[in-house]
């Protein structure tokens, strides 16, 4: 049974910084996409940042220059490198995976909360 793992959630202060890392566990052999999404209240759930299995990453217009996210596939491991925190960025964030070549293999993780002070 595959289970994300995420962890680094917290709070901080506007302009701190945070990192986020989920983890695979029980994933088969496959190369898979990898991603963060966030859910603020009363929002949607929206994609924050993917990383494909050859590393082309892809970022929300409101992250770009501040989040960088990163894999380490030998860990079954991916990453999100918060910086410059806005207020706005506030939500439940969610780790997410799905292979590459069996669509049906996709995954999410439990959520960390991300809470930024102003």
């Known amino acids: 049974q595959v289970q994300l793992v995420e962890s680094g959630g917290g709070s901080v202060q506007a302009g701190g910084s945070l990192r986020l890392s989920c983890v695979g566990h029980?994933?088969?052999?496959?190369?898979?996409?990898m991603a963060w999404y966030r859910e603020a209240p009363g929002n949607f759930r929206e994609l924050v940042a993917n990383i494909t299995s050859s590393r082309i990453t892809n970022y929300a217009d409101s992250v770009k220059g501040r989040f960088t996210i990163s894999r380490d596939n030998d860990k079954n491991t991916w990453y999100l490198q918060m910086n410059s925190l806005k207020p706005e960025d506030t939500g439940v964030y969610y780790c997410?995976?799905?292979?590459?070549?069996?669509?049906?293999?996709?995954?999410w993780g439990q959520g960390t909360q991300v809470t930024v002070s102003s």
């Open positions: 997410w995976s799905r292979s590459e070549i069996v669509s049906d293999w996709e995954y």
């Open positions: 029980g994933m088969l052999l496959s190369p898979h996409t």
